[in-house]
């Protein structure tokens, strides 16, 4: 298939020509003309590859975005799949190139992206209508960050693993260096989004790239015998944790100027999933609060942009389609990885693993020019007297405070999300509701700080 700019398809015209070729099929920028007479610019990405595992990560990326809702997952737009060639319209963004952010190195984009990513994860490990959703590929190339709001978005959810969408083999999804240690073996937790989020945030706060941890090819992980199942294990494990000990190192290097950063870091990397924070909003809060013990200002900074409109085009559908599967680490030995039953089914010894594409550049060798723009800081709200009186309720996880019922509003810290453990004073015992939501909300006040809000009853007690 091949269109071109200016090129009527259905409801769609045709703004460029392809902008990537995915492994799923071609991605275009278009705009789609709505059944009410709006307009709208879109990615719109089609399914031409014919192979039934690829139709399954766009079947699965269609569903999830058709039912999301959160400012900073990317949102659905249109989609056909009912009549080949199936497609799927998403939100275009104009967005910067990361690359460029990451050179800033700045304390701000950083804290920003683990604030508004983190809440984009917990949004789908905790309130997606398919929850517990587990992105499984959180890394720099699936975050934008638009120039129009300076947010931060999450794209790509074809591999995001959930109760209704599972393969026959789900060891080695994800794209190293930001692959936990559980996803070596297909046993991805929440915890495991997080892990990869902290080495996001690592890279965009020091330009640098963590190296890839190779698993370990150890000899009996294989095996049906449990106790040499066991022992192997432990081997894997150890061999495993010193690679980690390495990357800590790493960390503790290149993190120098924020000691306090750094064991935030190291918790949210650490090997077992349950030594880790309760969530990403936990996470991204004790980051702010370390950077601020560092010493960081939070001042705005520069951002970079194309002089070519074409090359700030950085769709969201062809970044998601050159991104579809990675599963590098199965053709380096996936079958040595442990599985934590000792033993691998007869459908997964006979799957065959699945090789990586390449990905293909949309644009390259564009000069770049520094502009001053303003990026939304981290600043604490100001500070109100709580409300005397109500029935007290604890925060069971961290969670950001609404400023109405619904993941899908604004956040009434301003910056950040409560802790686990903090008190909340319930200003209504009338609880609300929302469409789409069971879950009953109560509009609360934190007691230290007074800032007034929404909070739903799953993450209080």
């Known amino acids: 298939m091949h269109l071109v700019a200016g090129q009527q398809y259905g409801r769609y015209e ?3 020509d392809r902008l990537a070729e995915g492994l799923s099929g071609p991605v275009y920028h278009a705009i789609i003309n709505h059944d009410d007479g709006h307009r709208e610019e879109v990615a719109l990405k089609f399914l031409t590859n014919k192979l039934p595992q690829v139709r399954q990560y766009f079947m699965n990326e269609e569903r999830l975005l058709k039912k999301a809702e959160h400012p900073h997952v990317i949102g659905f737009v249109h989609s056909n799949v009912r009549d080949e060639p199936y497609t799927l319209a998403t939100t275009f963004v104009y967005a910067y190139s990361n690359k460029e952010l990451s050179k800033q190195k700045s304390e701000t984009i950083a804290l920003q992206i683990a604030e508004q990513i983190g809440s984009a994860l917990d949004y789908l490990h905790i309130a997606h209508p398919d929850s517990p959703v587990i992105h499984r590929d959180v890394k720099p190339d699936n975050i934008l960050v638009d120039k129009a709001s300076h947010d931060a978005i999450l794209i790509d ?5 959930h109760e209704r969408f599972a393969l026959v083999d789900e060891r080695g ?48 992980m294989e095996s049906n015998d449990p106790q040499v199942y066991q022992s192997a294990l432990a081997i894997w494990n150890t061999e495993f944790r010193q690679q980690l000990a390495a990357q800590n190192e790493r960390i503790r290097k290149n993190l120098a100027k924020h000691p306090t950063a750094i064991e935030v870091f190291l918790k949210a990397t650490a090997f077992e999933p349950t030594e880790r924070y309760s969530s990403c909003a936990a996470f991204s809060m004790a980051m ?29 559908g062809a970044i998601s389609a050159l991104v579809l599967i990675a599963v590098l680490f199965l053709l380096l030995g996936g079958g040595d990885t442990p599985d934590p039953n000792g033993k691998a089914t007869p459908e997964q010894a006979a799957m065959p693993p699945t090789s990586t594409l390449p990905e293909t550049p949309t644009t390259g060798g564009i000069p770049t020019v ?30 950001i405070l609404r400023a109405r019922p619904g993941d899908g509003s604004a956040n009434a810290l301003g910056s950040g999300q409560a802790l686990e453990g903090q008190k909340f004073l319930v200003l209504d015992e009338n609880p609300s509701t929302i ?9 609360v006040q934190r007691i230290n700080g007074g800032e007034i809000g929404w909070l739903p009853e799953t993450v209080l007690r």
């Open 14 to 16: 045709i703004v460029d």
């Open 157 to 161: 959810l074809s591999v995001a693993s």
């Open 173 to 220: 999804f994800g794209t190293p260096p930001y692959m936990a240690p559980e996803q070596y073996t297909g046993h991805e937790v929440p915890a495991t989004d997080q892990y990869a989020l902290a080495l996001v945030v690592y890279y965009f706060l020091t330009g640098d790239t963590i190296p890839t941890i190779k698993p370990p090819k150890i000899k009996g």
């Open 288 to 316: 702010h609060e370390a950077l601020r013990n560092d010493g960081a200002a939070f001042a705005a900074p520069s951002m970079p942009i194309s002089n070519s409109r074409r090359s700030t085009m950085i769709s969201i």
């Open 370 to 399: 520094t502009i001053e723009a303003v990026i939304p800081t981290s600043t604490l709200p100001p500070i109100v007297s709580p409300t005397a009186g109500g029935r007290e309720v604890t925060l069971s996880q961290g969670y």
């Open 435 to 443: 469409n789409g939501d069971q879950r009953k909300w109560f509009n």
